[in-house]
């Protein structure tokens, strides 16, 4: 099969590989339910942005990932886009059925994940876009300018998509809620179940209120409130 090369061919794939999708009735501020306790208690929402910190893989951001791919507890699962910024996703650590209506975008770098972010909550096919940003080089993540995420903010409120950002490090300025991982698990992992592993996973949830306070939510032991981290200047 040829592979698109252009914006045009790109969207033309969307609507014909996701037909359903165009038209799926999305309810911007619904929660969205995972049965995962940490990702939950977020209040994720249908046209808000969300941003998940793992710092590296072993503190559990797979597993999440895995949880929000599957859809959770909807009853009709809906097409969900994957942008893969290190090109590192393995697709059998999810189920067939969600292979199926995954869209997996492998791209190169972060600023080349940001635009494949950018192309698919604009065209406004896809109900939950997932961006995975943890293995790229801290460097090109901290060059993205901070008006690309108020950018994909309000693409995401324009088209009711769920957009989570998964980052190895506080960088999304603009996010309605922002989970911060922090107990990676041990080497006995490797033998437990990854419904298991998932439940138990502990974390801070930061949560944005409409006066543009915050809160802090806490699933297990406590840890402190994430601090603000400057981006750098596109270079």
Known sequence: MELPTNITDIRELLRTRFPLAQAAELTPAA???TGVTCLDQMGMQAGRLHEIVCHGRAAGAGLLLSALL????QEIKQPVALVDGADVFNPLDISAET???LLWLRCRDAAQAVKGADLLLRDGNMPRVLMDLILCPDSTVRRIPAQVWHRLRMLAEKSGALCCVFTAFQTV???RSRLVLKLP???DALDRPRAELAAQLRGAVVCRGIGGETALRTSGLPLPLPLPLPLAAAG
Request: glycine share 24%; aromatic share 0%.
């Open 99 to 101: 292979r199926e209506r």
């Open 31 to 33: 929660e969205i339910h």
């Open 70 to 73: 599957d859809g959770g507890g």
């Open 185 to 187: 698990h041990g080497l």
């Open 173 to 175: 300025p603009c996010v």
